[in-house]
């Protein structure tokens, strides 16, 4: 039986470059379907840190130089990883149709595909997930895939998107309406 795609999108926030000797300080997502831009649900929670999991210098000084507002959402009321993990992981099935990970770029397909296989066993979306910046790589037919940047991207991709804040749910909504263009333009 066809169950038509959910595309999920999600963006994460972390202390750090890769996930285990660092942690995933948040994660927002919003589920979209086709023809919508709007998303049909969202999501968002933030996580305590990894056991034996250390910030990266480098990453908390680029935090340091970003609204103290942004970092105290990030980090408020956080949730132990397997607890917000399992969260997730349940509201992802909850959605209608096939979900479908979108993320841009493909950093935090990394972050959630770890902890959804550490903490849950398996992932809802399955193996992979959609990158959305080697999409509109080829969606809008760039020169060279360092061209695929948002700042390379036609404005009219944001029209009616919010901010990028770097709140989760902010972004996956914004990163989210900006698939959901692309993809209405790959259907013509």
């Known amino acids: ?6 595309y999920v999108s999600v963006d994460i926030e972390s202390d750090g470059p ?4 660092h942690s995933m300080l948040s994660l927002g997502a ?5 023809g919508e831009q ?20 480098e990453t908390m000084a680029w935090w340091r130089a ?22 997730f992981a349940a509201w992802v099935r909850k959605l209608p149709g096939t979900p479908v990970l979108v993320t841009y770029p ?3 397909y990394l972050w959630v595909h770890w902890y959804l296989m550490r903490f849950e066993g398996k992932s809802p979306f399955g193996l992979g997930g959609l990158d959305a910046k080697s999409f509109a790589f080829a969606v809008l037919d760039l ?10 991207f036609p404005r009219d991709l944001f029209d009616n998107t919010p901010p990028h804040t770097h709140k989760g749910l902010d972004d996956a909504v914004e990163q989210g309406m900006m698939f959901m263009k692309l993809l209405a333009r790959k259907r013509g």
């Open 1 to 6: 039986m066809f169950r038509p795609d959910t």
């Open 18 to 21: 890769i996930p285990g000797p």
């Open 30 to 34: 919003a589920a979209f379907v086709e």
């Open 38 to 57: 709007a998303p049909v649900a969202t999501f968002e929670i933030n996580f305590s840190a990894l056991p034996g999991a250390a910030p990266f210098p």
């Open 66 to 87: 970003q609204d103290p507002a942004v970092w105290a959402h990030v980090t408020r009321d956080p949730l132990p990883p397997e607890v917000a993990t399992a969260q």
């Open 106 to 108: 493909s950093w935090d």
């Open 143 to 152: 020169p060279g895939f360092r061209d695929a940047s948002k700042a390379n």
